[in-house]
């Protein structure tokens, strides 16, 4: 059985850092694609960074390109978002998703699996 279990989220303040974790259990890390997803009420899931595991592919959206970094711990199945100089409009649920094969898509709907999501919160 495939799962992503998300942690590491929390409250903290304007230009603080977070990172959060993405455990993944149930399939072959290494040929999968993992994305950071962020929710906020009546918003669209928005996709953040993605990482084509196997060939350490990454890929992140313009809002967070140069403060969020993507990594993957294949020993540990684990992929690991580090957020930086958070704004209150990082405030949101994030959530971790997998789909097989290298990275094609940054949409919500090309993911198969998801994970419960962890909330972040940024306050002014």
């Known amino acids: 059985e495939v799962q992503l279990a998300e942690s590491g989220g929390g409250l903290v303040q304007v230009g603080g850092s977070l990172r959060l974790s993405c455990a993944a259990s149930?399939?072959?890390?290494?040929?999968?694609?993992i994305g950071w997803f962020r929710q906020v009420p009546g918003k669209e899931r928005e996709g953040l960074a993605y990482?084509?595991?196997?060939?350490?592919?990454?890929s992140y959206a313009d809002t967070v390109q140069g403060r969020f970094a993507i990594s993957s711990s294949k020993a540990e199945g684990t992929v690991y978002l580090q957020m930086n100089n958070l704004t209150p409009a990082d405030t949101g649920i994030y959530f971790c998703?997998?789909?097989?094969?290298?990275?094609?898509?940054?949409?919500?709907?090309?993911?198969?699996?998801w994970g419960q999501g962890t909330q972040v919160t940024v306050s002014s």
């Open positions: 998703a997998a789909v097989l094969g290298g990275y094609y898509s940054d949409l919500p709907g090309d993911f198969d699996y």
């Open positions: 990482i084509d595991i196997g060939d350490d592919i990454k």
């Open positions: 149930g399939f072959t890390f290494d040929e999968y694609t």
